[in-house]
């Protein structure tokens, strides 16, 4: 048996404890007795902990009597966690037990409280979308990937927002079992198997500017008008009268990227637009975002989404 551990505290989110779990329990279904999952749940507070929803919720053990080693050590998310101080009880509780893990990680906000621990440092994460950059701000050392579905390094699996979680489960049933066990759990729980990419992280790319007249804001509008176009830092500091050097370094400061990053970005999230919402052929949407051949989108697909743009697309029509 493999034994799968959750993490409960206050105010955490209960659909993401419910939803993980109940793929390892669906999984124990189609399993050969002894071959599946023991799920233990862990409070780091005492009962009943309320979960943002209201919910009352008890462990099955605290941190001092949990049974170690996990084979799958988990933490949920919650809506304060964000913003909230770190809590050293559990820092340290997951600083002894994730050495003993075979692997371990978080759904939605969980990834910071494993920032906390350091255990994000040098490792590509994933968060709820909304909470992306503020992740990569406060723990400046983890590489957050701002539009993936959930994201493997070594040991750490990290999911995008709540329900992602239960597709990274569904990937670790997988990995344990094979894709028809998987598969199975995914009909019975009645969700779509191995969701890829970015598919999930509903949030676009991008964001406006604080202020729609600053010199950010008018070259990410420039740039998304004229999306099919080929831009350079001359070009866009021609946009705003400055000269590039001082643009570059202005738009880099206000918008937390570069411009190359940024107009990157901006024709991924053209592409994902039409590639979701139209039936363009996909090297008409190659041309019409700016990426100028159908193979060079497919590589840039491939590197940030992890998903070429046929798969991008397939997921949205398994879906419907």
């Known amino acids: 048996m493999k034994r799968v551990a959750i993490v409960l505290f206050p105010n955490v989110q209960s659909l993401d404890v419910a939803g993980p779990l109940d793929v390892f329990a669906e ?50 998310g919650g809506p304060s966690l964000p913003d909230a101080a770190e809590m050293p009880a559990l820092t340290q509780w997951l600083l002894q037990a994730v050495p003993q893990a075979r692997r371990y990680g978080s759904i939605c906000t969980g990834a910071f409280i494993l920032g906390h621990a350091g255990l994000l440092d040098g490792r590509q994460a994933a968060t709820h979308w909304s909470h992306a950059r503020q992740l990569a701000d406060r723990f400046p050392h983890a590489r957050v990937e701002p539009d993936r579905i959930y994201v493997r390094d070594g040991a750490l699996m990290t999911s995008a927002g709540v329900t992602a979680g239960i597709d990274m489960a569904l990937a670790l049933v997988a990995e344990d079992h094979g894709p028809s066990i998987s598969l199975a759990v995914a009909k019975r729980l009645l969700v779509v198997a191995q969701r890829q990419g970015g598919q999930s992280q509903f949030s676009p790319y991008l964001t406006a500017s604080a202020d729609d007249d600053s010199p950010v804001a008018k070259v990410q509008r420039y740039v998304m008008e004229h999306i099919g176009e080929p831009f350079s830092v001359e070009r866009l500091a021609d946009v705003v009268a400055m000269s590039p050097r001082t643009f570059a370094r202005v738009f880099a400061r206000d918008a937390k990227v570069t411009p190359a990053e940024f107009v990157q970005r901006a024709r991924i999230d053209a592409a994902r637009h039409l590639l979701e919402g139209s039936e363009m052929v996909i090297k008409a949407v190659a041309y019409h975002c700016g990426f100028g051949s159908a193979a060079r989108m497919r590589l840039i697909f491939s590197q940030r989404l992890g998903v070429t743009p046929t798969q991008y697309r397939d997921s949205f029509r398994k879906d419907a």
């Open 27 to 76: 999984a124990n279904r189609f399993l050969p007795e002894g071959d599946g999952y023991e799920i233990v749940t862990i409070g780091s507070a005492p009962y009943p902990i309320i979960a943002s929803n209201g919910m009352p919720l008890g462990a099955q053990y605290s941190l001092a009597d949990a049974p170690k080693p996990f084979d799958t050590l988990l933490i949920p």
